[in-house]
């Protein structure tokens, strides 16, 4: 069974930082992009940062990039994203997400809120 564990988020005043963990189970991240997504209050889920076990390939939205750093450790089955100069507009669920770019399954993570004050 495959779970995929989120934690880290809080409440930070802006310009802060936060890391978020995601613990993986029940899958090899040889086979899965990780990634992270966030979804703010009426607003769609949108793509925040992603990376492949071959690493380091990365990539991120424009609007977290420069500021956000995703990556992963192998040995722990952890997926992290350091989340630096944190401004109110990254308030949102945050969500970690495992994808294997051959087969298509998709696996989500429950997310954890990240809060940034003004």
């Known amino acids: 069974q495959v779970q995929l564990v989120e934690s880290g988020g809080g409440l930070v005043q802006a310009g802060g930082s936060l890391r978020l963990s995601c613990a993986v189970s029940?899958?090899?991240?040889?086979?899965?992009?990780m990634g992270w997504y966030r979804q703010a209050p009426g607003k769609e889920r949108e793509f925040a940062a992603a990376i492949s076990w071959s690493g380091p390939d990365t990539s991120y939205a424009d609007s977290v990039k420069g500021r956000f750093t995703i990556s992963e450790d192998n040995a722990k089955n952890m997926v992290y994203l350091q989340m630096n100069s944190l401004q109110p507009e990254d308030t949102a669920i945050y969500y970690c997400r495992a994808r294997n770019a051959l087969r298509g399954d998709t696996y989500w993570g429950q997310g954890t809120q990240v809060t940034v004050s003004s």
């Open positions: 029940g899958l090899s991240f040889r086979n899965y992009r």
